[in-house]
Nanobody, 131 residues
Framework: QVQLVESGGDLVQPGGSLRLSCEGS????????ITWFRQAPGKEREGLST????????YYADSVKGRFTASRDNAKNIVYLQMTDLKPDDTAVYFC????????????????????????WGQGTQVTVSS
């Protein structure tokens, strides 16, 4: 059974940092384009970062580029999202997701921001940025 479990969400002050974790079971995360999303109240789910399975290279939404960094620990089967210079607009529930098939699908560079492309989701972890 495939399971993704996020952790690390917390209440943090503006300008602060957090590291989120996405731990996988039932699938090997470095075989998949693991992607981070977030969803704020009343807003659509927003794709933040995706990772190429073959070499771990990462791609980011403009809203987080330069502030968020995704990485992975293959031995632990965990993908991380390091978040710095957090702003109140970053307040949301953060999810990691995996597509149905491993690898880097054709056109993934244009598809990864779309939630319907993903088969497996974690339960989410709350990040609140407030003074």
């Amino acid at each position: 059974q495939v399971q993704l479990v996020e952790s690390g969400g917390d209440l943090v002050q503006p300008g602060g940092s957090l590291r989120l974790s996405c731990e996988g079971s039932g699938l090997t995360l470095d075989y998949y384009a693991i992607t981070w999303f977030r969803q704020a109240p009343g807003k659509e789910r927003e794709g933040l970062s995706t990772m190429r399975p073959s070499d771990g290279s990462t791609y980011y939404a403009d809203s987080v580029k330069g502030r968020f960094t995704a990485s992975r620990d293959n031995a632990k089967n965990i993908v991380y999202l390091q978040m710095t210079d957090l702003k109140p607009d970053d307040t949301a529930v953060y999810f990691c997701a995996a597509p149905k098939r491993p690898g880097w699908a054709t056109g993934w560079g244009n598809r990864w921001r779309t939630a319907r492309e993903f088969e497996y989701w974690g339960q989410g972890t709350q990040v609140t940025v407030s003074s």
